[in-house]
């Protein structure tokens, strides 16, 4: 239950109002979340949660069906591929994975956007990244706590 609460938390995150100047560098809640359940408990989340969290991504921001499940899906694979070395690694050095990985999360988002011939801002792709990679250690010491107060295994 707590693992499920945290993704509602996180899509309420994602499509939480905010001034078009601070939309702009809005980060990437959702794939944050995964990536920290990937690495705490891979046996519970793992690809099959990406997809199922990237569809309803779709539906909640009502882009393209799909789109946000594939990205979901590889981005937790990776996880999954990595999660041993990515937990012993300190603070700072997860958050440069996690900016590798939520670059490949938008890239292949604007990959997708290219396919399908709609325009992307090339010079605002990479502002999710870096917030997201600010608000990591924040995000992993939060979620982390709420996993070990609620025995989460």
């Not at 989340?45 to 590889?74: E, F, I, N, Y």
């Amino acid at each position: 239950m707590v693992i499920v609460l945290s993704f509602l938390v996180a899509m309420v995150l994602t499509v939480l109002p905010l001034p078009d100047w601070l939309a702009a560098i809005r980060p990437e809640w959702m794939a944050l979340v995964l990536i920290y359940w990937c690495m705490a408990v891979p046996e519970r989340v793992g690809v099959g949660v990406g997809w199922t969290m990237g569809l309803l991504l779709d539906v909640l921001r009502g882009g393209l069906l799909g789109q946000h499940a594939l990205t979901m899906a590889v981005i937790a694979y990776v996880t999954l591929q990595l999660y041993q070395r990515l937990r012993v690694f300190p603070l700072w050095q997860q958050s440069f994975s996690i900016l590798v990985l939520v670059t490949l999360h938008l890239l292949l988002q604007m990959w997708i956007h290219g396919i399908s011939g709609r325009p992307a801002t090339p010079w605002q792709w990479m502002l999710p990244a870096i917030s997201s990679t600010a608000l990591w250690p924040a995000v992993f010491v939060t979620l982390r706590a709420v996993r070990r107060h609620y025995g989460v295994t």
